[in-house]
């Protein structure tokens, strides 16, 4: 119950496309849904988060779309460029006082993304 | 603002032998997280400090993993003795206050290899 499932596991697609990652999670108490970038030799960075009470959040050419009937969750990158190859993580947790765990992100496995000039 | 801290950058030791990590969090950020990363996987919490208080350790492996973190700012981590399955990436995370939704930043981690 505390797994997010993230896919694919990895992603190819040529510069100016529109790369789109997907997450599922099962327990219904996490509230908060960030993606994190990471690039070789160095720690995960926000890059854009979404509440549930929302179904959509743009920032810049990230956009994140939310089902939360469905639990699934999704990272869409426009006009991609090579700059944005990395590794891109989603995760989950609840910010409310569930237990000792507040604030605890629980990470997806991970999607390795390359982007071809 | 400078960021999350971490010390030293690359380990190796051999099996058995102890090892410590340290991290020195942004300052007046209360919370505290340190997470294992497995090759080609997402990060795993181990830890979460609340100023100098343990508030979620429920995922160390307390016969081998120790952590602390006095006087609420920096926190050293602790494997005794190490196992091969020990090799990841160990991060250090902090943020201003738990929960709320505030973001969590992270260090560039140590990169510990036993062989």
């Known amino acids: 119950q505390q797994q997010v499932k993230q896919s694919p596991q990895s992603l190819i697609v040529q510069k100016g496309g529109i790369p789109i990652i997907n997450c599922a999670y099962e327990n219904t108490a996490f509230d908060y849904f960030p993606w994190y970038q990471q690039f070789p030799g160095k720690g995960p960075a926000l890059l854009i988060a979404i509440r549930p009470d929302v179904s959509e959040k743009k920032e810049g050419r990230f956009t994140i779309s939310f089902n939360k009937s469905a639990k699934q969750f999704s990272l869409h990158i426009m006009d991609s460029q090579p700059g944005d190859s990395a590794t891109y993580f989603c995760?989950?947790?609840?910010?409310?006082?569930?237990?000792?765990?507040?604030?605890?992100?629980?990470f997806g496995k991970g999607t390795k993304l390359s982007v071809k000039p | 603002e400078a960021g999350v801290a971490q010390s030293p950058r690359y380990k190796i030791i051999e099996k058995r032998q102890s090892v410590a990590f340290w991290c020195n969090p942004i300052s007046g950020h209360a919370t505290l997280y340190w997470y294992q990363q497995i090759l080609g996987q997402g990060p795993k919490l181990l830890i979460q400090?609340?100023?100098?208080?343990?508030?979620?350790d429920s995922q160390l492996p307390k016969d081998r993993f120790s952590a602390e973190r006095l006087k609420g700012v920096d926190s050293t981590l602790k494997i005794q003795p190490a196992k091969l399955e020990d090799s990841a990436v160990y991060l250090c995370?902090?943020?201003?206050?738990?929960?709320?939704?505030?973001?969590?930043?992270f260090g560039q981690g140590t990169r510990l290899t036993v062989v």
């Open positions: 400090f609340q100023n100098n208080g343990v508030v979620d």
């Open positions: 995760a989950a947790s609840s910010t409310m006082n569930y237990g000792g765990s507040q604030g605890n992100l629980i």
């Open positions: 995370a902090s943020s201003l206050r738990r929960g709320q939704d505030t973001e969590a930043f």
